[in-house]
């Protein structure tokens, strides 16, 4: 097993890259390469004490930028870091590729130099979460803002697959994100899904959502299109942080809530490495021949190393071939 890093992609790289490669390394027992200017990781991992042992660094000319164009990763700079790691995949130098790049570069490259499976539509970029209940796939997060009710149907189906191989649910229920629970709310495209959702067999489905329901985790896999998703991840993800930063307020408010946060240290802890992304890794784009995961643009050594693993996992899991399969049996439309 082989993982291609992107070892420039990020707001910590080179250095969490590097740390969380050798981190991955030690404890999965995996190959990996990591791609970028060798010679300045080289001299990152050795003034830092970094092991490179079973780490091979390839070269690449280029980084990815914020402030590039997404288009620029296919020509201008087909020599970063990030594109380089994409090619690896695409030509079976490795087995999948992991890169806390930029988002709209990611989803441009992978689409177009990894490509997608047979009869996928659009690839979908996948969000595990915690739930009060149980975790849940939030899908698209942030890869179509404009979609077709049959590629909502195509999200149920692929973040179903997804949630059986990586999180081992058995039957995971897929729900629609809406403004009522009621069949009839929404637009034409969640009414529409709707009914595709409902009459395809291979999608336990249980009808909508409402966003304040979402958090329970009620469902495994919440389906919506990139643009209402991405807003969904953004707002848990920062009522997180605001609750945590609240409640740490209050604890450290005087001489008794003090006290009381110390007896509550080892729940609280626990609390917080539920909610922590870097524990998930990263975002998978379902959709594509290849397994390809989106780290958070800031992840530190921890996240790379669970993103690795959440790759590793992917790789393994059958995933691509039964998404593929279930395809097979629907019937093919002519709008891509």
């Known amino acids: 097993m082989k993982i291609a890093l992107d070892g420039f ?31 300045k990781m080289k001299k990152i991992a050795a003034d830092n004490g970094i092991s490179l042992e079973g780490i091979e660094l390839a070269e690449a000319s280029e980084v990815m930028t914020a402030e590039d164009e997404a288009k620029t990763v296919l020509k201008q700079k087909s020599d970063s870091s990030m594109a380089v790691a994409l090619k690896m995949v695409a030509e079976g130098l490795t087995d999948a590729v992991v890169t806390a790049g930029p988002t709209g570069a990611f989803l441009m490259g992978a689409t177009m130099i990894v490509k997608r499976i047979k009869g996928v539509k659009r690839p979908a970029l996948g969000a595990v979460m915690p739930g009060l209940n149980n975790p849940f796939i939030l899908i698209d997060c942030g890869a179509n803002a404009e979609v077709r009710p049959e590629m909502l149907e195509q999200f149920g189906m692929m973040g179903s697959v997804y949630m059986k191989n990586i999180l081992g649910v058995e039957n995971p229920r897929a729900a629609i994100a809406n403004n009522g629970a009621e069949e009839g709310k929404g637009t ?17 489905f249980i009808g909508n959502i409402e966003g304040r329901e979402i958090p329970e985790g009620n469902c495994e896999v919440v389906v919506t299109d990139g643009f209402t998703g991405n807003i969904i991840l953004k707002t848990i993800e920062g009522m997180a942080a605001s609750m945590f930063t609240m409640l740490k307020d209050v604890m450290l408010g005087n001489m008794w809530t003090k006290t009381a946060a110390m007896m509550l240290k080892p729940g609280l802890k626990q609390l917080k490495s539920k909610t ?14 290849k397994p390809v995961v989106k780290a958070h643009g800031s992840s530190d050594a921890n996240a790379i190393k669970n993103a690795v693993r959440q790759a590793v996992q992917w790789s393994e899991s059958g995933i691509i071939a039964e998404i593929e399969a279930i395809l097979a049996e629907i019937p093919a439309s002519d709008e891509e």
């Open 9 to 39: 992609g990020g707001d910590n790289a080179p250095i969490e890259i590097l740390k969380g490669a050798a981190l991955a390394r030690k404890e999965y027992k995996i190959d990996i390469v990591v791609t970028g200017k060798t010679e």
């Open 188 to 204: 034409d495209l969640q009414r529409n899904a709707y009914n595709l959702m409902r009459d395809n067999k291979a999608i336990n």
């Open 276 to 289: 922590d992304y870097t524990e998930y890794g990263g975002a998978p784009l379902i959709g594509l021949r």
